[in-house]
């Protein structure tokens, strides 16, 4: 009877990767993955840094677009660091009648006297509005068929009145 010498030992059997895959969730965390040749923690994305929008860079510690300049805690009056776009934005809101210039960062009046003239009225700063001036002969009767407008100063056909 020949007695062999007992077979070498067999190498470890390697993790399959959906075991790689948990371990690494477990120790790295959600963004990152085990390396397993470095037994370092390194971004998913692996050796491809995605492209960040302008004012960012990959942060390759937290595996994410970061701003390339810290918060301004001095954004000028009326605005605010915006941390998408990494710079300071306009934060103000405006009346109605009085649209938003972002350029600007002002509320801008979208009336002028020039304006008002054409139409008939007369430009008020305050509200930035047009308003018609009172008519000077004040409520008349009119014939039947027909009511006073106040917007001509007349007396028009009913129909044309305007609907509320």
């Known amino acids: 009877m020949h007695h062999y010498p007992p077979p070498p030992p067999l190498p470890p059997p390697r993790p399959s990767q959906q075991h790689l895959d948990i371990l690494s969730a477990d120790v790295c965390g959600k963004d990152k993955e085990l390396d397993v040749e470095t037994c370092q923690c390194v971004c998913r994305r692996g050796d491809k840094t995605p492209d960040c929008s302008p004012n960012r860079h990959f942060d ?3 595996c994410r677009c ?3 300049v810290p918060p301004s805690p001095s954004c000028p009056q009326n605005h605010v660091f915006n941390k998408d776009t990494c710079q300071c934005t306009c934060s103000r809101t405006c009346p109605r009648h009085q649209p938003l210039n972002r350029t600007k960062c002002s509320c801008e009046c979208n009336e002028s006297p020039n304006k008002c003239f054409l139409r008939g009225r007369r430009f008020h700063q305050n509200t930035c509005s047009c ?3 009172p008519c000077e002969v004040r409520r008349r009767r009119c014939e039947p068929g027909f009511s006073f407008s106040e917007e ?3 007396c028009v056909p009913s129909h044309w009145r305007r609907l509320d």
């Open 152 to 154: 001509v100063c007349r």
């Open 131 to 133: 308003l018609r001036p």
């Open 66 to 68: 970061v701003c390339s």
């Open 60 to 62: 390759r510690n937290i």
